[in-house]
């Protein structure tokens, strides 16, 4: 066989989609099949350029026949319309044929899973994901407490606590979202804007209390409205079925901010800084001997006094290798007394450094530390406060540090695995005492199967540990199943 | 060379241009372009992206607007590996003088990387237009595109 004949052969087999060629017999054949066709398809398309000649022929007809009727109607009078018969005989009403004929129609949006509302550049979309959590725990958080749907590590019974509290299992779907989202260009920039409702709003276990997540609009580098906190690097949180995640992590804060975000190069790489004003809220542990009684459901003081808001600066770089940031906080904690003149305040800081590194593969790094004076509020959920009140009423600002490290491992492209790990710490002054957290860790462990982009199964091992200020501790086992159905 | 090694060239600068199956050596004495190795890269570099943001459909915690950003990001980047992919082509098809090889060989060639290429153009454009849904299809219609290729030569090979 010949070069010649070889080429012959391959040419066709270009146009056709894979198949395998077992014989040159066999392609040969194909070969004639093929010509024989060919000729058969030039003759269909000469027969459908002659007609295609032959309907512009009647269209040019009808617009010339259309615009001298139009010329020949009086002044303020609309042109006849002539009733269109269809092939079954009815007759469509002109002011109906207008409108089908106007009617924008709805199309695909500009970002995945939206349309354009028509007449609109606006993309929109909605969606979110039905959730359901079945926990089984080696001790229960004693009455109807949040800590038993996810991890609450300040709730973990400690000494005396711990008895008459046994294993638990409960059953929720409180994390299942709704989401709505718009996109639409404009020459001041992109205008985005989200809206995302979850049902965990209430801590009672049967009480499906929506609760607003995010609500936040942006256009360009502008955004307003709540979301994450501009000091969490959202990229960083480890894959946990466990909605509250690593105790090293910072808790996964969603405040109202105004934030400006601004991109820009470093040798070749791309880069942000972010810069936001955040809502500020002191929280205190108070002394009881310091008059102070007012406490929350985990035993802190929120006095509600702030003069400034909470000023955050982040800084972004984004190698093709994943993300670091570093992001820096100014936060001013007050405490004022009603009824009387005392008043205490005081400026503190904190720092956090988080990344998530590509490894091997789809394999992930997510890590994140942070330190700071005043990190309580963000640190670990609703553990630790940002100061305590002595006897006197003098307040003092709370050394917070902890970190995470979670390595997500893709066995396939269906199954995924997370290891993380966690711990944070606090420097309390040697007046606190009861039932405050001084430091804890976790371990979370989890096997998930998304055998499609819209489901996944999975069972998650969680073990934690709580050391509270009296070097008393607790801990928790703890076996998570969930379900997610994106829809 | 003979007429049969001449064949076995064309396959096997085509077969080095793909990743989606193993490589065979080309044979000695054949032109090393460079420009393989880039194709391969390009190929390489657009299944990853793809994973990525396929894998975006898991991520729980991060806003859809965040996701959407995230996926225009991974888009353009499509859009620069497929133009890549696109130009190793080009490349290869400037080497064919050099190959000594007749006109019919010559078109069977360009044909075969000319298709490939064609993919490729219309993966950037997609990428470009910010279309997510349609690239995984052209991205496996351009393995398929391969995979026929590879059978073909390996085929004749024999």
Redesign the interface.
């Known amino acids: 066989m ?3 004949k ?3 052969i ?2 066709p ?2 146009i ?7 014989a040159e017999e066999d392609l040969r054949t194909l070969i004639k099949a093929m010509s024989t066709r060919m000729t058969e398809l030039g003759k269909q398309v000469e027969q459908s350029n002659k007609h295609v000649a032959e309907l512009e022929a009647k269209l040019a007809k009808l617009e010339r026949e259309k615009a001298q009727t139009s010329a020949a109607a009086p002044s303020g009078q609309p042109a006849p319309v002539q009733t269109a018969t269809i092939a079954t005989g009815s007759v469509v009403a002109p002011a109906a044929e207008a409108q089908t004929k106007t009617a924008p129609a709805v199309t695909v949006g ?3 899973g939206t349309f354009k509302i028509p007449g609109s550049d606006t993309s929109l ?1 909605f ?1 979110g ?1 039905v959730k359901l959590d079945a926990n089984y725990s080696s001790i229960g958080m004693g009455g109807d407490k949040l800590g038993d749907q996810h991890l609450v590590v300040a709730q973990i019974p400690v000494g005396a606590n711990r008895l008459g509290e046994h294993s638990k299992a409960t059953f929720h779907a409180k994390e299942s979202r709704f ?1 709505l ?1 718009s ?1 639409t260009p404009s020459g001041w920039g992109d205008i ?1 804007t ?1 809206l ?1 409702l979850d049902l965990l709003g209430a801590a009672e276990i049967s009480n499906y209390t929506p609760r607003l997540r ?1 609500a936040y609009g ?1 256009i360009g580098n502008f955004l307003a409205g709540q ?2 906190t501009t000091f969490l690097n ?2 960083a ?1 480890g ?1 946990t079925l466990d909605s509250a995640g690593s105790v090293g992590a910072l808790v ?1 804060l969603r405040q109202p901010q105004v934030r400006w975000t601004q991109p820009f190069n470093l040798a070749g790489t791309p880069m942000e800084f972010q810069a936001a004003l955040e809502t500020p809220k002191s929280r205190l542990w108070a002394d009881p001997l310091s008059g102070e009684t007012a406490r929350d459901a985990y035993g802190f003081n929120n006095p509600n006094d702030e003069r400034y808001p909470d000023f955050i600066a982040r800084l972004n770089y984004n190698p093709e290798w994943g993300s670091l940031s570093l992001a820096g906080m100014g936060r001013q904690i007050r405490y004022t007394r009603q009824a009387s003149v005392l008043q205490q305040e005081a400026w503190g800081g904190a720092v956090s450094l988080a990344g998530k590194i590509n490894t091997v593969g ?1 394999d992930n790094l997510r890590f994140m530390l942070n330190y700071g004076n005043a990190i309580g509020r963000y640190a670990t959920f609703n553990t630790f406060g940002d100061a305590v009140l002595d006897a006197n009423g003098q307040l003092q600002l709370v050394k917070v540090y902890g970190g995470t490290l979670a390595y997500q491992h ?1 066995w396939d ?1 269906s199954w ?1 695995s997370t290891l993380a790990y966690g711990f944070v710490s606090s420097d309390q002054p040697v007046f606190v005492g009861g039932e405050t957290t001084r430091r804890a860790q976790s371990v979370h462990a989890n096997l ?1 199967w ?1 055998p499609l ?2 489901a ?1 199964i999975g069972l998650e091992y969680i073990y934690a540990l709580r050391e509270r200020t009296d070097n008393q501790s607790g801990d928790l086992h703890r076996v998570q199943f969930s379900t ?1 159905f ?1 829809f | 060379m003979t ?1 049969l090694n ?2 076995l060239v064309i396959g096997a600068t085509l077969l080095s241009a793909c990743t989606a199956t193993s490589q065979p050596a080309a044979p000695a004495g054949l032109p090393d372009t460079g420009q393989p190795a880039l194709h391969a890269v390009s190929d390489a570099r657009l299944r990853e992206l793809m ?2 943001m ?2 975006l ?10 996701i ?1 950003r995230e ?1 225009r990001i991974h888009a353009q980047k499509m859009a620069d590996a497929a133009e890549k992919l696109g130009s190793a082509i080009d490349a290869i098809l400037s080497r064919l003088p050099a190959l000594n090889l ?1 006109q ?2 010559q ?2 060639f360009r ?2 990387a000319g ?1 490939l290429g064609e993919q490729a153009h219309a993966l950037n454009a997609q990428a470009k237009l ?1 279309h ?2 349609n690239i995984e299809p052209m991205l496996d219609q351009m393995t ?2 391969c ?2 290729c590879h ?2 030569f390996r ?2 090979g024999n």
């Open positions: 010949n070069v010649k070889i080429a012959l391959l040419l087999a270009l056709a989609t894979p198949f395998s060629i077992s500009d970002a995945k979309g969606g994901y989401w989202k996109f985005n989200f995302e995010h942006s979301t994450w959202v990229a949180i894959d996964y789809m893709w492209k995924r998930l998304s982009s819209q996944t997610r994106n | 007429q001449l064949a994973d990525q396929n894998a459909m898991f991520e729980r915690f991060m806003t859809q607007p965040e959407d996926r007749n019919d060989e078109l069977t044909a075969l298709k910010n997510i849904d398929a595109t995979s026929s059978t073909l085929k004749f």
